[in-house]
């Protein structure tokens, strides 16, 4: 079966566009995270989904960030007014359970540039 | 504050020998913590997971420990082949949050032929 997929993969944008990252999570999946990773570092946690319910967004950086998952499945960062220090690669993430307490299942990223 | 330190940023081993990879943290209580790998331009894949009331876990030539006296978890990969080059990250996930993992910065290593 098909892994968590992310689009698109490559995305360069213009300081104070307003981008959106797709996230399409292993079918059937309850949990659903959003990561953020700059060069050289570990990923930073940004928010987390349990069905369509968002149960913790601490880790969004900004109020320009946010991120919705309306029907329980896909879910879609936006990041409005992009700044360069945005640019990062953008990780998601789902997990079969609750709690996310097993593994995490990590699709291959959205490298945002932000010119 | 709250920190995750792994050891060095590069470890370069020679083929067949033992790496070992430390992840040490403080002021966290975890409940488990994750091992994942990571190649370049990919998202992280899950290696193993080990719990607070476990000292150890085995995976094919994959080792982990968890101490949580010395808040330190090793990762060993014996027999190292040059195919298990790449960066590997810890997780800690705390009792209280329940969605929330903390990752480290991750050790790059390099199994030279």
């Not at chain 1, 930073?44 to 320009?64: H, I, M, V």
């Amino acid at each position: 079966g098909a892994g968590v997929s992310q689009s698109p993969r490559y995305k360069v944008a213009k300081r104070g566009q307003d981008v959106a990252l797709r996230c399409d999570p292993i079918s059937g999946h309850v949990s659903l995270f959003w990561y953020q990773q700059a060069l050289g570092q570990g990923p930073e946690f940004l928010t987390y989904f349990q069905n369509e319910a968002q149960l913790d967004k601490s880790g969004l950086p900004s109020d320009r960030f946010f991120a919705e998952r309306p029907e329980g499945s896909v879910s879609t960062l936006k990041i409005q007014r992009t700044q360069q220090e945005d640019s990062a690669v953008y990780l998601c993430a789902s997990s079969t359970d609750e709690l996310g307490q097993n593994e995490q299942f990590f699709g291959p990223g959205t490298r945002l540039t932000v010119l | 504050s709250q920190k995750i330190e792994q050891n060095s940023e590069a470890l370069n081993i020679q083929e067949g020998k033992t790496a070992t990879l430390t992840c040490n943290y403080t002021n966290y209580s975890p409940a488990y913590l994750q091992w994942y790998r990571q190649d370049p331009g990919r998202g992280p894949v899950f290696l193993l997971l080990i719990r607070e009331n476990e000292k150890e876990k085995r995976k094919e030539r994959l080792k982990v420990t968890f101490d949580t006296t010395l808040k330190q978890s090793l990762f060993h990969i014996t027999a190292s082949q040059p195919a298990d080059s790449a960066t590997y990250l810890c997780a800690l996930r705390v009792n209280t949050n329940a969605g929330k993992s903390t990752f480290g910065d991750g050790t790059t290593l390099t199994v030279k032929p």
